[in-house]
């Protein structure tokens, strides 16, 4: 009763958007390669990847969008209970990462350290961890099972609610067909003020301008009239200070359509 009742509270917790602990995500069986499985936009954000097999040989994955000099941060765990922790690190699945400029990285298990997660009061064991710094693209995970096992993978450490995309990365040339399209097509429903206020350092820096969201991250360094004028819009409505700035000058329109996302939604 305790556990379920444990067991809700994160749910509610997560469900609500609180202050979140590595939001779970579940590996699905039709996650066959990291293409087929979920998106993570932002890679910087804390998720925690579950994984669960029933056999060797079976095959899981997930994909993480990073930007040019973010932290690469991701850690291999198991729950510290049986069977789990009773298996040889050889009937653990191996975990494969690719990504942009050729990088390629097994995950070594060297390690077997007590990890409390607070939400679930649940004990882990860190077996594994990789830091380095990322390079602007899309970064592949894919799992391969020696035999039955559940594990999780922490990604990311930033503590606020991120996005998970289902199907196809996003490209530019697709967004930017979709934001033409956005008036004739319903379906899209945009991205929300929420979400731009948790993109708002240099870091991941979204903003809003006549009601659709721009990712501005590449452009702060770039920018003629300095990176600050940026860094101050990341997370808002920029609509006046880039009128203010702006108006009628057609080098800065260009420049800010490179970078858009799609509609707000209200
Ligand atoms: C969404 C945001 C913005 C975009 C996409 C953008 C884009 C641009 C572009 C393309 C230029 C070069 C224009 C040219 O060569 O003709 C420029 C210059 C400039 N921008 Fe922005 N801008 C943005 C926001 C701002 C803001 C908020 C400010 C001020 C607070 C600002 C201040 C300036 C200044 C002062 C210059 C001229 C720099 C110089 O030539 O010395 N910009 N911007």
């Not at 209970?81 to 298990?109: I, R, S």
């Not at 039955?148 to 967004?175: C, M, N, Q, Y």
Request: overall charge positive; hydrophobic content about 40%.
């Amino acid at each position: 009763m305790k556990k379920l009742l444990v067991a809700l509270l994160v749910f509610v917790l997560m469900g609500s958007g609180a202050a979140q602990a590595h939001q779970p995500v579940e590996l699905l069986k039709t996650d066959t390669t990291a293409a087929k499985g979920p998106l993570l936009v932002d890679g910087t954000i804390s998720f925690a990847i579950r994984a669960s097999f029933t056999k060797a040989g079976e095959k899981k994955g997930f994909r993480a969008q990073l930007q040019e000099g973010d932290a690469l941060n991701f850690q291999y765990l198991i729950m510290d209970k049986k069977p789990e922790n009773a298996l040889k690190m050889t009937q653990l699945p191996t975990l494969v990462v690719t990504g942009p400029g050729g990088f390629k990285t097994t995950m070594k298990l060297n390690e077997r350290t007590k990890f409390l997660e607070t939400f679930s009061q649940t004990m882990y064991l860190y077996l594994g961890r990789h830091s380095s710094v990322a390079k602007s693209g899309v970064y592949s995970f894919l799992l391969t099972s020696r035999g039955k096992a559940s594990i999780t993978l922490g990604v990311g450490d930033k503590e606020i609610p991120g996005e998970v995309l289902r199907g196809p990365a996003p490209t530019p040339t697709a967004s930017a067909k979709a934001s033409a399209n956005a008036s004739a097509s319903p379906t899209i429903a945009g991205y929300t003020m929420a979400q731009v206020k948790a993109n708002n350092s240099a870091k991941s820096c979204w903003a809003v301008v006549d009601d659709y969201v721009y990712d501005l991250t590449k452009w702060i360094n770039s920018h003629p009239g300095g990176p600050g004028a940026i860094v101050s819009l990341c997370g808002t409505d920029a609509t006046a200070s880039f009128k203010a700035q702006h108006q009628n000058q057609a080098k800065p329109a260009v420049r800010l359509d490179s970078y858009k996302m799609g509609p707000l939604q209200k």
